[in-house]
């Protein structure tokens, strides 16, 4: 729309509070941002690393390419569309993106009968073969700060890839517990100097072992439960160590395991959440206590509900058959990517695209400025979810969703958008029940 | 574009319709009256010989949030083995939301609710029920958990703050109705308590399960929410536990309440096996009180899982599972959830009996429109076997031959051989349609009169009750016709339920600190925004009569 009237000057920098931050997982809702000209951002209520890194990525929108060429968005949709036509065994992945941007992709690929999966779903199969296997008992962030009196924290320290978790989730008194006391437990893993800090008035036990063998500390642990004075060492941890533990596991009113699966190095590292579940189902036959398996980077566990919801199964399955067919080994993107013929990689949350092997068809969503080993069949700038558009991402504890709002204006499409339009430049198939 | 459905037998008994010969006619989605002879109709469907009922309502089916989620987390085995099947989605205890829809619609329900939507849950059950096709939705929202609402009742909080709370929260998570599961209980099991009884008082909050239940009930009174009370009541699955269950009912004093899943509330302790039977005390109670609404929550035979918020029962039952694998969690400083698969087996005294116990209620039970067709999906039953309960109502010589396959000794502790009575057609559409829509306040829905809603369903008239409720003929929603012959034909949307009670917003600054100070996230971002439900074009908003405390 013309005008003739110049725009009147703008209050700079505009302020954005309560700020919902979609990046990590643990949903902190109280940033406070500052935009300055034209379209840079800045936090300015936390030093968090995820938060301050994220926000201050927003480079100037840049046009899509095919072959390297800069062409309209509506041609490189065309693109993907007669090269994903063209697929015999496709992959969805990345799927670093909100609830819209992940109906879209699941839809695209079910019409494509593609596989699907998340760029950061190991940490989440680590705790996911665990809950599909044995089942589980947890807990919400809420109930850890609210309820928590005993935090044990299983390998090394989470805030490492969730930083305000200490800050918010563990530091204020327990308010639903008489007295609201709280301690902190780190076993197998030794806890940041931000994490010492943001404990501080906190009583901290720091039992240093070995973080390959935390499912040898859980397992004597949760033996000693039954009578701690007949407690054995493991892990490095001394027996006399491990007994004073159980004891305390055995009194707290309610205890959670706090673990992030990302983090552990050792191979097979679902056994060593299967161990840490354990612990947690022998502790409940003495008092209360839950796990808390912190996953959610780039809404991983939201793309994994919505995945879960539409299809009955979770992330890793192939809808190739017709019946989504879900396998956690053969469908992990890293995997399958070695035999597709066609990816289209979503990451609407960073600029990052991983390198694929020489001469796959790449079709990339992503954020302006994305760098990338080898140039993409088709790369489609899209704008990143609580930045540019409105969204819906969840949580780490998977319970609660949360809703994102737009800050600024690139003129970047959402990959929502991106991905519809790519489904509807498909020749068209009629949906059956 | 005007439709007329021609010479269908009408079951409509919010007008009072019961078989008579009649045609309907559909204009822009909803029912219009007969535009006389002049009207030339574009469509003409020839009913005759059919039998035409409104779309079916399902009161209470667990279709979507959290702990759905995790039940097809958890149901592996079943989404493995569909997968080997042409379209296995059939029957399955956990479907897809894509399924559900589907299954809904294929046998004629074109409404379904899903009646335990934790706080902290809501706006993922709302994203979740926009992709359920073809039927719409609502939730009930689960309350009398919550520490904030214990907190405020402990402290003396008078009714009037109670209501304000409440209807903050019906209106903030877009929900159609208040949900209380084992008032107090889920709150006492995290403080290790693995029994609350009706007058004991909480372990934190100086609060009494009779306390909370009366303050819900009072509060949906005052705030004059259509639905009562939807309570999940004391002791689920314990033998003995019709007394609580009679206590619920003493306990609210004439106000309206609605007892979930009764079935699992109506057993006794007598006998050589010290579980028995308590249909008839229930159905004596319930039959004599016009302020009480039932749904059954009706087991039917093989493997589901059981999804709860109440994970204090649960807990209990965890040793039964099957497979041995179960999923507890607590949940948000507002409830809990548990999952646990279960297998009821026909040849298992107990569970033959839990069977015998949900039809003893369905046939005592007097007044269809105070009892409602439910398997508590998917913990009684996935809802895929209504057709077959439905036939086990209205053919006794089938609920007699089924009963000689059960357990040799469930004759002797139940009174279902004797029981004559089978539902007739009317009655059944009284249940499914007519009082569902009328005990949610959904005044549109339902009914077949004139400006109702458009949502139809047509069968034919088969002796096999079961063969006939499995696959109508015809199924329109909104005037669309979505069903023909069993397969989806067309695909559309559904709309989302809610009240919006009036409340004063003075409490919201209360709440606001507490969000502050307990539960990390701001009271602007709990509450759900219209855009947020589907889109912003998906609310259907209930009147709410307010009424005096």
């Not at chain 1, 989730?169 to 893993?189: I, K, N």
């Not at chain 2, 999940?232 to 003493?250: K, M, Q, R, W, Y």
């Not at chain 2, 040793?319 to 698969?341: F, N, Q, S, Y």
């Not at chain 2, 439905?390 to 089924?402: N, P, Q, S, T, V």
Request: glycine share 8%.
């Amino acid at each position: 729309m013309a005008s003739e009237r110049p725009t009147p000057p703008v209050a700079r920098p505009v302020v954005h509070r309560d700020v919902v931050c979609p990046f990590c997982g643990l949903g902190c809702d109280d940033l406070t941002v500052e935009e300055e000209p034209p379209t840079t951002l800045a936090v300015r209520s936390t030093d968090c690393p995820v938060a301050c890194e994220r926000f201050s990525r927003t480079p100037p929108a840049e046009p899509p390419r095919v072959a390297g060429v800069p062409v309209p968005l509506m041609e490189a949709v065309e693109a993907a569309a007669a090269l994903l036509g063209a697929a015999q065994a496709p992959l969805v992945a990345g799927l670093g993106t909100d609830v819209d941007g992940a109906r879209a992709a699941l839809s695209l690929a079910e019409r494509l009968g593609a596989v699907i999966d998340h760029a950061l779903s190991d940490g989440l199969y680590r705790n996911l073969a665990v809950l599909q296997r044995t089942g589980w008992i947890a807990t919400t962030l809420a109930e850890l700060r609210n309820r928590c009196d005993l935090l044990l924290v299983a390998g090394p320290d989470p805030a490492a890839l969730h930083p305000r978790l200490f800050e918010r989730w563990v530091a204020p008194a327990p308010a639903l517990q008489t007295p609201p006391s709280r301690e902190v437990v780190f076993l197998c893993g030794e806890p940041l100097d931000a994490t010492r800090t943001a404990l501080s008035g906190l009583p901290v036990t720091v039992l240093v072992g070995d973080p390959a063998k935390i499912g040898d500390a859980a397992a004597v642990l949760a033996a000693a439960l039954a009578d701690p004075s007949r407690a054995s060492g493991a892990a490095g941890i001394a027996a006399r160590d491990i007994a004073a533990l159980a004891e305390r596991l055995r009194k707290a009113r309610y205890a959670v395991v706090a673990w992030a699966a990302a983090a552990f190095a050792s191979p097979h590292a679902d056994l060593t959440v299967e161990r840490l579940v354990r612990l947690v189902r022998d502790a409940n036959r003495h008092t209360r206590c839950a796990g808390l398996p912190l996953a959610g980077h780039d809404n991983v566990v939201g793309v994994n509900q919505v995945c879960t919801w539409r299809f009955g199964v979770p992330l890793r399955t192939s809808l190739a058959g017709g019946m989504p067919l879900h396998d956690p080994h053969r469908f992990a993107w890293a995997r399958y990517a070695e035999v597709a013929d066609a990816v289209v990689w979503v990451s609407a949350f960073r600029p990052e695209v991983p390198a694929f092997p020489a001469g796959q068809t790449v079709i990339a969503l992503a954020p302006p400025g994305t760098a990338m080993a080898d140039e993409p069949a088709v790369f489609i700038p899209v704008g990143t979810p609580g930045i540019d558009h409105a969204a819906h991402i969840f949580r780490s504890d998977t319970v609660v969703a949360l809703r994102a709002r737009r800050l600024i204006d690139r003129g970047l499409p959402d990959a929502a958008t991106v991905l519809k339009a790519i489904a509807a430049a498909l020749p068209q198939e009629v949906p059956a029940c | 574009m005007l439709t007329k459905l021609a010479g269908g037998r009408v079951y409509d008994p919010a007008n009072g319709r019961d078989g008579a010969v009649g045609d309907l006619f559909i204009q822009d989605g909803r029912i219009v009256a007969d535009p006389g002879p002049g009207a030339a109709p574009d469509e003409v469907y020839d009913l005759s010989g059919r039998v035409v009922m409104a779309g079916a309502i399902d009161i209470h089916s667990h279709i979507a949030g959290g702990k759905v989620n995790i039940a097809r987390l958890l149901m592996a085995e079943e989404h493995r083995a569909a997968a080997q099947e042409p379209c296995g989605c059939v029957g399955l205890a956990t479907p897809s939301t894509h399924a559900t829809g589907c299954r809904y619609a294929q046998m004629g329900y074109t409404a379904a609710f899903e009646p335990a939507m934790l706080p902290s849950n809501a706006r993922h059950a709302h994203l979740e029920m926009a992709d359920i096709p073809l039927i719409d939705t609502g939730g009930y929202l689960v309350l009398g958990n919550d520490d904030l609402l214990l907190e405020l009742l402990a402290s003396g909080a008078g009714e009037e703050v109670v209501a304000d709370y409440v209807g903050f929260m019906l209106n903030a998570t877009r929900s159609l109705a208040v949900k209380a599961v084992n008032p107090g209980g889920i709150n006492a099991f995290k403080y290790n308590q693995r029994r609350l009884d009706v007058d004991e008082t909480g372990p934190f909050h100086a609060i009494t399960p009779r306390r909370i239940l009366t303050a819900l009930a009072g509060a949906v009174q005052r705030l004059g929410i259509p639905h009562p009370l939807h309570l999940h009541g004391f002791n689920l699955g314990v033998p003995g536990n019709v007394e609580a269950t009679l206590d619920s009912i003493a306990a609210v004093d004439g106000l309206r309440l609605h007892l979930t899943h009764v079935q699992f509330h109506a057993y006794g302790m007598e006998g050589d096996r010290k579980f028995s039977s308590a249909a008839a005390r229930v159905a004596e109670a319930v039959n004599g009180r016009p302020n009480i609404s039932v749904d059954v929550g009706q087991i039917m035979f093989g493997q589901t899982v059981t999804a709860s918020a109440d994970t204090m029962a649960q807990m209990g039952n965890a040793g039964l599972a099957h497979p041995k694998k179960w999923v507890m969690m607590d949940i948000e400083c507002d409830a809990g959830c548990g999952v646990v698969p279960f297998r009821y087996r026909d040849k298992a005294f107990v569970n033959a009996l839990q069977w015998a116990i949900g039809l003893e209620l369905f046939l005592l039970i007097e007044d269809p429109w105070r009892i409602f067709l439910t398997t508590d999906h998917p913990n009684g039953a996935p809802f895929t076997s209504y057709p077959e309960l439905i036939r086990l109502l209205m053919d006794r010589d089938h609920r007699l031959a089924r009963m000689a396959e059960l357990h040799p000794a469930l004759p002797e502790h139940t009174i279902l051989g004797t029981l004559t009575r089978e539902y007739s057609l009317g009655e059944i559409a009284t249940m499914t349609r007519a009082a569902p829509a009328r005990i949610l306040g959904l005044t549109d829905r339902g009914h077949l009169g004139p400006g109702a809603v458009a949502d139809i369903t047509v069968y034919t008239d088969r002796p096999d009750r079961r063969a006939m409720f499995e696959t109508p003929d015809l199924v329109f929603k909104d005037g669309r016709l979505i069903v023909r012959d069993g397969v989806v034909v067309a695909f559309l949307q559904g709309r989302t339920h809610v009240v919006e009670p009036a409340y004063d917003p003075t409490i919201e600054s209360w709440m606001a600190r507490r969000f502050d100070e307990r539960m990390g996230q701001r009271l602007t971002h709990f509450r759900i925004a219209e855009d947020e439900m589907r889109g912003g074009a998906g609310l259907i908003r209930h009147a709410c009569l307010p009424g005096a405390f």
